[in-house]
């Protein structure tokens, strides 16, 4: 078998590639740098002109060539490399007529579990406790609260004040957790929006309502810091989402900075580097949280790795796909059950992209280059 073409697809603020073969079968990838589409499509159309001809099964020297042909790296490069791997074990799944997680070693679960991952910033305190309560009732057993503070300062600095800041964010959790009782679990996103001592403060003092994650309390640019926070608080931390390489992920953990990680299949190097970074998850005693802030394609390539890994704590599912938002974007949806995602039986990841999906989901491309603001007209961190 050979690959005869690669060919790029924007849908909504998704970038797919599909790969194409001598013998019929057609393998689909989807690219994780969704504030950089353009950049990233560059680099696969780049890629493209190696893939040609070659073995598509050579998923593993595929993407080692890729990574090291040229010492320029980073997030652009990263997430072709991730988008092409994806289509790469599509390919190999539907050759040999096996969902990928059956070539990752076979399943090691029968469903998994999923939380809501909610991009509300709503404070008003019924409707923060109704929102819950509603994702409560549609089966869900965890959920996203964001905690990186406000959109736009509402009390002249005060919520953005280090006591207040922390009051607010800590009587957000208290509300919801007393909409939802015990029986649920909270992903407390700070989105890298606190720093070192308001992290510090904030671990400290939600610890009682018994969050499950503090998930990116500051940013993850200096692992020192996020392991002198991991020391202070008795809050599991979860980080990594923006990692684009296995190394980081090392030394995350031998610096024992984390105890969930986040590796994104889109950006990090696709199943291949993922699957790799689980292991040495693994080996540490760290639980893995797929990062999935993407499409229908990310979502069934977290699901079978999920599938085949031992230390699964729970995987994100994005509120853009909920309530049928996106089921026309694919052939078959994949489907949500009491909590947990159906794990896909089909040969290969598991979905295909409807023909028409770049019509139904016009091209809109997420992020910009305006930055958001503290009460001081200071940049803050997204």
Same mark, same amino acid.
């Given at each position: ?12 603020h998704?970038l ?11 393998g ?6 969704w504030?950089?589409?353009?950049a ?22 595929? %993407? =080692? ?11 652009v490069?990263?997430s072709a490399?991730?988008a ?9 799944g ?7 997680y ?8 029968e469903?998994i ?9 709503e404070?008003?305190p019924e @409707?923060?406790a ?12 965890? *959920?996203?609260?964001? $905690?990186?503070?406000?959109i ?9 004040y ?5 009051h607010?964010e800590?009587?957000? @959790?208290?509300i919801?957790r007393e ?9 407390l996103?700070a989105h ?8 510090i ?8 309502y018994?969050?499950?994650?503090l998930?990116d309390?500051?940013?993850?640019d ?7 926070i991991?020391s202070?608080?008795?809050?599991p931390?979860?980080?990594g ?7 980081e992920?090392?030394?995350?953990? +031998?610096r +024992?900075?984390? =105890?969930? $990680?986040?590796?994104? $299949?889109?950006? @990090? ?9 689980? *292991?040495?998850?693994e080996?540490?005693d760290?639980?893995?949280?797929? +990062?999935?802030?993407?499409?229908? $394609? ?9 599938a085949?890994?031992p230390?699964?704590?729970? =995987? ?6 909920? %309530?049928?938002?996106?089921?026309a ?9 009491d909590?947990?995602m ?6 290969g990841?598991?979905v ?10 016009? *091209? %809109?491309?997420?992020?910009? %280059? ?7 007209g200071?940049v803050?961190d997204?």
């Open positions: 078998m050979k690959i005869t073409d690669v060919k790029l697809i924007y849908a909504k998704y797919f590639v599909k790969i194409y073969t001598d013998e019929g079968i057609v689909l990838g989807e690219a994780g740098n504030g950089y589409l353009d990233t499509a560059a680099a696969i159309q780049k890629f493209a002109k190696y893939l040609i001809g070659k073995d598509p099964f050579r998923i593993e020297d595929i %993407n =080692q060539n890729f990574y090291r042909s040229v010492y320029f790296r980073g997030s490069i990263m490399i991730s092409i791997d994806i289509a790469l074990w599509d390919i190999k539907k050759a040999f007529g096996v969902p990928v059956e070539l990752l070693g076979g399943k090691t679960r469903k579990r999923v939380y809501a991952s909610v991009m509300s910033k404070t008003d @409707v923060l109704k929102g819950y309560k509603e994702l409560q009732d549609m089966g869900f057993t965890a *959920a996203k609260i964001f $905690v990186n503070g406000p736009t300062s509402e009390r002249n600095g005060f919520d953005e280090y006591s207040g800041r922390i607010d800590v009587e957000k @959790v208290r919801i909409a939802v009782g015990p029986d649920f679990d909270f992903i996103e890298r929006g606190m720093t070192k001592p308001e992290a403060a904030f671990g400290n003092e939600v610890a009682k018994r969050p499950m994650v998930e309390p500051m940013t993850p200096n692992i020192d810091s996020m392991a002198e991991a202070k608080i008795p809050v931390i979860a980080t989402e923006r990692f684009c390489n296995l190394r992920y090392e030394m995350l953990m +031998h +024992h900075a984390a =105890q969930y $990680v986040r590796p994104d $299949v889109c950006a @990090v190097g696709g199943i291949t580097t993922t699957k790799k970074i689980c *292991a040495v998850a080996a540490n760290v639980l893995v949280i797929p +990062h999935n802030p993407l499409g229908p $394609v990310s979502t069934a390539a977290c699901l079978q790795i999920c085949s890994i230390n699964l704590g729970i =995987q994100e599912l994005p509120t853009f796909c909920l %309530n049928g938002a996106e089921d974007m694919v052939k078959e949806p994949l489907r949500f059950e909590g947990y159906i794990i896909p039986e089909a040969p990841i598991g295909e992209l409807a023909e028409n999906a770049a019509e139904l989901y016009p *091209a %809109n491309e997420r992020g910009s %280059n305006s930055a958001k603001r503290y009460f001081d200071s803050k997204w």
